[in-house]
């Protein structure tokens, strides 16, 4: 993955999965948004590799039928996972 500020390589820093009980803090990032819908999803915090932008973000994998499922689901119910979600910058959710 590219950076989205600079276009610099992306690192992946750490990693989390369903089956991991130590890093439950980086999962829980994800989970207040997908676990309404599944719990097999891969969550990775990653972090830009030029150091002079140092972009830092987490990013979620999982399975591209259950995100359309997952789309069509909220469409329809008019539901938005992420309302109750709180961040320092929307732009990031």
Request: glycine fraction near 2%.
């Amino acid at each position: 993955m590219e950076c989205p500020k600079c276009s610099s390589k992306f690192k992946v820093i750490n990693t989390s999965s369903k089956d991991d009980q130590k890093r439950t803090y980086l999962r829980d990032k994800a989970g207040v948004i997908i676990d309404w819908y599944s719990n097999d999803y891969i969550v990775r915090r990653r972090r830009c590799s030029n150091n002079k932008c140092g972009y830092d973000v987490v990013t979620v994998e999982l399975f591209i039928p259950d995100l359309f499922d997952m789309m069509r689901i909220c469409k329809n119910e008019q539901f938005l996972p992420v309302a109750s979600l709180t961040s320092k910058n929307k732009k990031d959710i």
